[in-house]
């Protein structure tokens, strides 16, 4: 089955970590001779929960019915992560690019919904079955040949990715598409992007060496200290002709911008202060409140399955 065979061949890749996550991502880099692959992470096990709150503006509540667009205010609870499935992969190098930024609405007792994003517009595959043919085609070393014939491929691994300043610095893309609903019924489709309210700043190349292993990690509660970490969440809409079902089509800086709220962070949260590892966090990237649902990007229903099970299996593993 296409989820486990998606897990399975990062597992394969990267080790067996069963407690952590075991998500995706492998970057070749470049050096200035050829390029040469150096296959480095898969998922997301290195990250930090942060907590914050979101205030929407009018113009959210024009586009869909959410109940976080709706609220004056939700709780989050977010988590900044590495690109990688090494538990110790180190942040002071850009092979942890592009970064992860999931966020959680907590809208009431048992209604939540989550917006899962990475700080590259690129991504390697339209469909689960492509995406499988990358994570093969690091396994068998053939990745290089590979991204010839697929531009999608090629562009997010040739990236050249920096490294931020810290989390706060730097933005955040959805990829996927999703179909807002408003109040009248009328639909548009938007991928959400993450804007730092600091603006973008990233590492020169010195700062970067002068820097130690953990440093996103541990400047965090320093960063926090001087306040908090701001974004605001815009969403991209569709013009006519876009594609919507291939997230590897990415769709002009012209396109309408609508500014649907600021998040604010104020703190890292403590291990102690998290569910048991039992009921350990899983984002989901269906949407699962009213006003939002996915669109008709495939990549969606391939991601809920793996997360799903890729998140059960951290519950059930033993550390
Ligand atoms: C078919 C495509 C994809 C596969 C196979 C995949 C795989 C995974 C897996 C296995 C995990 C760990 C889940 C868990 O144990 O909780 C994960 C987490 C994550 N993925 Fe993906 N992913 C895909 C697409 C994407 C895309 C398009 C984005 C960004 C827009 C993304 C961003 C993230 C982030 C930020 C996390 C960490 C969430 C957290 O902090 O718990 N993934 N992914």
């Not at 070749?28 to 096990?45: E, P």
């Not at 965090?220 to 969403?235: D, E, N, Y």
């Not at 409140?289 to 059960?312: F, H, K, L, N, W």
Request: proline letters at 7%; hydrophobic letters at 40%.
């Amino acid at each position: 089955m296409l989820h486990l065979d998606l897990i399975n061949t990062l597992k394969d890749l990267f080790g067996r970590f069963d407690h952590v996550r075991p998500c995706k991502f492998i970057l070749i880099q470049a050096d200035s001779v050829r390029l040469m692959t150096q296959l480095l992470q898969i998922a997301h096990a290195r990250g930090v929960f942060v907590s914050g709150s979101f205030i929407p503006t009018n113009e959210a509540k024009q586009l869909s019915t959410a109940p976080h667009f709706d609220a004056p205010s939700t709780p989050v609870l977010a988590r900044f992560s590495l690109f990688t499935g090494i538990p110790d992969l180190p942040s002071n190098t850009p092979q942890a690019t592009p970064h992860g930024f999931a966020v959680r609405f907590l809208i009431g007792e048992d209604t939540k919904t989550d917006i899962i994003c990475q700080s590259s517009i690129f991504f390697p595959g339209a469909t689960g079955e492509e995406v499988l043919a990358v994570f093969r085609s690091f396994k068998d070393n053939t990745a290089e040949e590979y991204a010839k014939d697929h531009p999608a491929a090629a562009s997010f691994i040739h990236e050249d990715r920096q490294v931020p300043k810290n989390f706060g610095t730097e933005s955040f893309y959805s990829i996927n598409a999703f179909k807002f609903v408003n109040a009248s019924g009328e639909s548009a489709v938007i991928r959400y992007r993450w804007i730092p309210l600091s603006g973008k700043h990233y590492l020169t190349q010195s700062e970067l060496e002068a820097k130690g292993p953990n440093f996103l990690f541990d400047e965090l509660p320093g960063v926090f200290a001087q306040g908090p970490i701001s974004f605001k969440l815009v969403a991209q809409v569709a013009g006519d002709g876009d594609v919507t079902n291939d997230c590897t089509k990415i769709w002009p800086e012209d396109r309408k911008l609508v500014e649907l709220g600021t998040l604010t962070l104020n703190k890292v949260v403590g291990e102690e202060e998290l569910p048991p590892q039992k009921e350990t966090i899983v984002y989901n990237v269906f949407p699962g409140v009213q006003g939002v649902e996915p669109s008709d990007d495939p990549i969606i229903a391939a991601r809920a399955q793996v997360y799903q099970t890729s998140g059960q299996t951290r519950r059930d593993a033993k550390v």
